[in-house]
């Protein structure tokens, strides 16, 4: 017997309601981005394997374990790419538009080799925002007054909670660093086996455990604030006041240091308790440094990238959107002898009716009870069986399947009156 093929792990296939939610969020996300001046930018999805490490940084999950990556016929190393901005980074260099300031936009799928499990997966899609150029307080508060209005036009800004925080500068982080690694060696004994394998690596990573051992030995380490300097403090606290101003509720979260290397000063995620513990559907920061590291001119830059996957299964919990359009009207061809005329029927009744969804099926109702049972079983607004006497007698029968009418039309009437019909 053949053995079925199935899908790779970590990879889903999206049906009907999945795929109706997530054409809903891209549409409203995408009107407030058009009314910001964001535009669309399309990257590849796949990448030297060099830009990811020197973009991520090597010692990350990322780059150290989670990378899909092949070799080119050539012998190139090749990656799927795991994130959106080093790609966008990368066009952005290579296409000379570092000298503009730039806000875009970008939606697609990513690949990281992670375990498994709800919300999180090996194919997973962002939709993500990178903005070049400005360096104000002012367009970091943007990003999250932009988040806070996609909340809002899906109906689920209440349940999702801002963290923010802010890591300083990378001077500032290479001292606090030092510091951190010397508590942590006085207190490696509450460390567990992944914390160890960070002490020298990437200690930071330690601050987001969620080892409650390592979280409680953590209240009584260094504070990364207290190592910051005052021009990303002032940065800091004048977004801040900005959100206080528009009423954002926000947290900050000391903690919050990220999981890729590129960022300094702001750093934030969206967070929400409705779908288990994979539960940051945004996050996003500054990444000042990163321009230039990657070969380009010193570039301010901040975004943001939404897990898409994240926010169907929270609109699944929490709104009761109504995931799929009633048809508007079915067809039903009863007889192969008037395919041809009722097709040329159809297709002229669609012609001036794209607004509505309008399907063609063919069945052989022979008797009134078969017709009425179909009635029943259809989930369209009203329905047309076309039948021989139809185009004999020339007269056609519309049913309004929710008033339990039927309308008698010529073809002349049914052509011209059934765009007023449907919009009833
Ligand atoms: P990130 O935190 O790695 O940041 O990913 C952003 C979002 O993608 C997460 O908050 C989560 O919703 C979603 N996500 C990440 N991994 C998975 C997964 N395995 N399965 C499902 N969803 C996932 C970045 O990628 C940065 N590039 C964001 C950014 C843009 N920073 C500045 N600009």
Not at 92 to 99: A, D, S
Not at 168 to 174: C, M, V
Not at 322 to 327: F, R, S, W
């Amino acid at each position: 017997m053949i053995k079925n093929i199935k899908s790779i792990r970590g990879m889903k296939d999206y049906f009907i309601t999945e795929t109706n939610i997530f054409q809903h969020i891209e549409n409203k996300i995408k009107k407030i981005l058009f009314s910001y001046g964001y535009n669309e930018i399309k990257i590849p999805i796949i990448e030297n394997t060099l830009l990811f490490k020197r973009a991520i940084g090597e010692i990350t999950d990322i780059i150290e374990k989670e990378m899909f990556t092949f070799q080119s016929r050539k012998g190139v190393f090749l990656t799927l790419r795991p994130e959106g901005t080093a790609g966008c980074v990368r066009a952005l260099i290579q296409n000379n538009l570092i000298f503009q300031k730039q806000r875009f936009w970008y939606s697609g799928p990513m690949f990281r080799y992670e375990r498994p499990q709800k919300g999180r997966y090996r194919q997973f899609y962002q939709l993500g925002i990178e903005v070049f150029g400005f360096s104000q307080f002012t367009i970091d508060a943007e990003l999250i007054i932009l988040n806070k209005k996609f909340w809002e036009s899906l109906k689920i800004d209440k349940y999702i909670t801002l963290n923010i925080n802010s890591i300083g500068s990378l001077q500032s982080r290479e001292n606090y660093k030092k510091d951190l690694i010397i508590f942590l060696e006085k207190n490696k004994n509450f460390l567990d086996e992944n914390c160890k394998k960070r002490l020298y690596k990437n200690p930071l990573r330690i601050l987001d455990s969620k080892n409650i051992v390592v979280q409680n030995l953590l209240k009584k380490a260094p504070k990364l604030k207290n190592y910051i300097n005052e021009k990303s403090h002032s940065h800091f606290k004048n977004l801040i006041s900005i959100l206080e101003r528009l009423n954002i509720k926000y947290n900050i979260n000391e903690n919050l240091v990220r999981g890729l290397d590129y960022y300094n000063d702001t750093v934030f995620e969206w967070n929400t308790d409705k779908i288990g513990s994979q539960n940051a559907i945004c996050a996003g920061g500054r990444y000042d440094l990163l321009v230039e590291r990657l070969g380009g001119k010193k570039t301010p830059a901040i975004g943001f990238a939404i897990g898409i996957d994240r926010l169907i299964l929270a609109m699944k919990k929490i709104t009761n959107l109504q995931h799929q359009k009633k048809i508007d009207l079915n067809i039903v061809i009863t007889d192969k002898f008037i395919e041809k005329d009722a097709l040329i029927l159809i297709e002229l009744l669609r012609e001036k009716n794209l607004e509505f969804k309008i399907t063609m099926n063919f069945d052989k109702l022979k008797t009134k009870k078969k017709f009425f049972s179909y009635i029943n079983t259809m989930s369209s607004r009203f329905l047309l069986i076309l039948e021989k006497e139809n185009f004999t007698q020339k007269k056609f029968l519309l049913r309004d399947i929710s008033k339990n009418i039927n309308i008698i039309l010529s073809k002349q009437e049914l052509i011209k009156n059934l765009k007023n019909i449907l919009n009833k």
